[in-house]
């Protein structure tokens, strides 16, 4: 009995190894096929492979849908479908009292022309789908000078319409599953700095004079001139949008231009372009100010940004309109030239009052903030040179950062005062070891509480209870230094 006992026993062991060493050779023969992507039989490793990537379903978010190639497009890349996007278009302009149209861009690559929107539509663009713009610029329309920018940003006369463009919209969706439009912005800007091309270039996506406008989801890249440029609209929003150009050698790629827009919020973005990120505009010198529009009522916030030519976040120069109401808050801006910066001129009249910055992360940047009153770049010889702008009411707080070489830099003048700007919370770790890098002229204002470097004495000092601690000798000494 205990002999068959422990025979039974040992078969029990035996057979046990044996199914664990089965066990295992079949893992790690799994797992080597799995690693090379070529598994003997899907069904014998599906529980060890990644599961496929299906493509993702298009959401409904319109009463009528129809897909890009309902009306003739072909993804190819080769293939011109300016006429497909005008067909659809013109077909989804027909539904605006039944809640509009969604036009769906599928995986693919989709060469066009420029085209228009239309009311009461989404472009949606799947999960690998790339709209590209063609690059030669016979087939991009002229269009009369923005009314607040007068001869053109830079050519007299028409200038180049967008890939993407819309006028006197309502009710506008870009969206999708982080498809992209693509610029091909190259072949434009080698043209401009060759001097080959007659009329200021055209931004990647345009929407004028339109209102309740939603950007989100997607991708744009390398524009030929400004990427995102609302003008004059009302009630927009920019979310989840990645905006891509070279950080070299690609001029005036600014990433969303908002120009004369009222209630507006850009979040939640991921931008390395060219030049400014972001730059807030309200028109130039004087045609900036007999059209009159400012903007105002604008939130900027969760931005991580890249700009190595220019700045981060800009106002100006070119808000002769007025700029006003904005706020600025947890941006993280790397490897770049400036982080926050606002610019203007004598001439350019109008206004920037009451600017919100805080939470404001530095890494690795040139300068910190910036304000610059001698931008000095004019339309034409008209403008008024007594038209100072008025510049006040600017705060920054809660203000951190490493590698920076001078944190602050404000410069005003005596025709350009600036009043009432304020620091508090401030701490930003500098490279360069001189004793002015916070550096101040023609400045009116405070530092609250603990700040670092050391504040200019332009500055009032106040401690953390709001009481004085001292006030400025001199707001008007300067100890600006461009050297460095």
């Known amino acids: 009995m205990l002999e068959t006992a422990a025979l039974h026993h040992r078969s029990s062991i035996s057979s046990a190894v044996t199914f664990l060493t089965v066990f295992w050779i079949v893992f790690f023969f799994t797992l080597f096929y799995w690693q090379r992507g070529t598994a003997p039989s899907a069904a014998a490793v599906f529980i060890f492979r990644r599961p496929l990537t299906l493509p993702r379903d298009l959401p409904r978010l319109r009463p009528a849908v129809y897909n890009l190639t309902d009306f003739g497009g072909v993804g190819d890349g080769l293939t011109l479908n300016t006429a497909a996007f005008e067909g659809a278009v013109m077909a989804i302009s027909k539904l605006g009292r039944s809640g509009g149209g969604q036009l769906n861009v599928p995986p693919g690559k989709w060469l066009t022309a420029p085209f228009n929107l239309t009311s009461h539509m989404t472009l949606f663009l799947a999960e690998g789908a790339v709209i590209i713009g063609i690059d030669d610029e016979n087939y991009w329309p002229l269009m009369p000078p923005l009314p607040s920018y007068g001869y053109g940003r830079e050519h007299k006369g028409p200038r180049y319409g967008s890939l993407i463009h819309g006028q006197n919209l309502r009710d506008v ?30 931004p990647l996506v345009q929407i004028m004079w339109s209102t309740d406008i939603l950007i989100s989801n997607i991708t744009l890249r390398d524009s030929p001139f400004w990427t995102l440029h609302p ?177 602050v830099r404000i410069h005003g003048s005596k025709e350009i005062p600036l009043r009432n700007v304020s620091f508090r919370d401030m701490s930003v770790g500098i490279t360069y070891k001189k004793k002015h890098i916070f550096q101040c002229s023609f400045v009116q204002g405070r530092v609250v509480g603990a700040v670092f470097p050391a504040p200019c004495d332009n500055l009032d000092l106040y401690d953390e209870g709001g009481h004085l601690v001292r006030r400025s000798p001199s707001q008007n000494v300067s100890d600006i230094d461009y050297d460095f």
């Open 231 to 407: 003008y004059d609209c009302k009630n927009v929003t920019i979310r989840y949008v990645t905006i891509l150009a070279p950080i070299f050698e690609a001029p005036n790629t600014d990433g969303i231009d908002p120009d004369s827009c009222e209630d507006m919020v850009i979040e939640d973005c991921y931008i390395s372009v060219g030049d400014d990120g972001v730059a807030i505009k309200s028109g130039w010198d004087q045609y900036g100010i007999s059209y009159g529009r400012p903007s105002t009522n604008i939130l900027i916030r969760n931005l991580v940004i890249r700009s190595m030519v220019s700045a981060g976040v800009s106002i100006g120069s070119e808000m002769s309109g007025g700029v006003s109401n904005i706020t600025i808050e947890n941006i993280r801006v790397w490897n770049s030239r400036r982080a926050v910066r606002i610019k203007t001129a004598p001439g350019r009249g109008g206004y920037i009052r009451n600017i919100t910055y805080r939470n404001l992360t530095f890494d690795n940047v040139r300068v910190g903030i910036v304000i610059k009153t001698d931008y000095n770049e004019h339309p034409d010889e008209g403008f008024d040179r007594d038209a100072a702008p008025v510049v006040e009411d600017i705060s920054y707080s809660s203000v951190h950062g490493e590698g920076v070489r001078v944190p």
């Open 173 to 202: 969706v870009v969206t999708g599953h982080n498809g992209t439009i693509n610029g091909q912005g190259q072949t434009w800007w080698k043209k401009y700095r060759r001097k080959l091309l007659n009329h200021t270039r055209g």
